[in-house]
């Protein structure tokens, strides 16, 4: 089993920074990578990001490159979302995931709400 805990979220003026966290515990050994989504009210969950565990590639919705940045660290079995120049629209629950041997986990989620 994964356990992950998300941390770092909260209120926000926009145009302001946030960074999330999101530390895994338990069988993460054989991690492939881990990500980010987000769900807005009333909306389906998106994707944010995405990165290659072992290689440390990325990959970002195209609406938010340039201004998202993930990272991780593997000894710490935590990823990060560093996230600038915040509008509005960013506000959602940001949800942690993390793919292991074909099985995927989430966390519970942290709200981020960026006010104008």
């Known amino acids: 089993q994964v356990q992950l805990v998300e941390s770092g979220g909260g209120l926000v003026q926009a145009g302001g920074s946030l960074g999330l966290s999101c530390a895994a515990s338990?069988?993460?050994?054989?991690?492939?990578?881990m990500g980010w989504f987000r769900q807005a009210p009333g909306k389906e969950r998106e994707f944010v990001a995405t990165?290659?565990?072992?290689?440390?590639?990325?990959y970002y919705a195209d609406s938010l490159k340039g201004r998202f940045t993930i990272s991780r660290d593997k000894a710490k079995t935590t990823v990060y979302l560093q996230m600038n120049s915040l509008k509005p629209e960013d506000t959602a629950v940001y949800f942690c995931?993390?793919?292991?041997?074909?099985?995927?986990?989430w966390g519970q989620g942290t709200q981020v709400t960026v006010s104008s």
């Open positions: 990165i290659w565990w072992n290689a440390g590639s990325t």
């Open positions: 995931k993390m793919s292991v041997l074909g099985y995927e986990y």
């Open positions: 338990g069988r993460t050994g054989s991690t492939t990578r």
